[in-house]
């Protein structure tokens, strides 16, 4: 039995992702610049290039993400 099949390691997530999320989304929708390609590769380009400047914040509970809240702010 493999490593990762005694864990979950679904619930261990990046919460800087869930925040460039609604960042990137906020700021091209205030834009509606038509130059700005929106399709999927960009879009995920520009995400990715976004979380690779940032510290990661990862969390597994409800404390987890409250902290993670506090240290974005």
Excluded: Q, W
């Amino acid at each position: 039995m493999a490593f990762r099949d005694n864990y979950d390691f679904g619930i261990l997530v990046n919460e800087a992702e869930r925040l460039v999320e609604e960042e990137l989304g906020r700021r091209l929708e205030e834009l509606g610049d038509p130059g700005i390609c929106v399709c999927e590769d960009c879009i995920l380009d520009m995400a990715a290039f976004a979380l690779n400047s940032l510290k990661p914040l990862y969390r597994v509970s409800l404390l987890g993400t409250m902290y993670a809240h506090a240290a974005m702010d």
